[in-house]
């Protein structure tokens, strides 16, 4: 698994949601908003933790700490 956030994965979240709000959904179909679903969150704490270990915390003097 990937952990990128894609336009095409977030359009297609997106699809599933609307046709589950309109029609519904096969079973198949849940399945895969569920999957997909899963990789997005996977994918955003991934970013998320990335970002976090990136901070560098500065003193007043100017010094990383």
Same mark, same amino acid.
């Given at each position: 698994? =990937?952990?990128? %956030?894609t336009? =095409? $994965?977030v359009?297609? %979240?997106n699809h599933l949601a609307h046709k589950q709000k309109t029609i519904g959904l096969?079973? =198949?179909e849940k399945e895969e908003q569920a999957r997909l679903r899963q990789e997005y969150l996977a994918a955003f704490r991934a970013n998320f933790r990335a970002? $976090? =270990?990136n901070i560098e915390f500065v003193d007043d003097d100017r010094t990383i700490n």
């Open positions: 698994m =990937e952990n990128r %956030i336009k =095409e $994965l359009d297609k %979240i096969t079973p =198949e970002q $976090l =270990e």
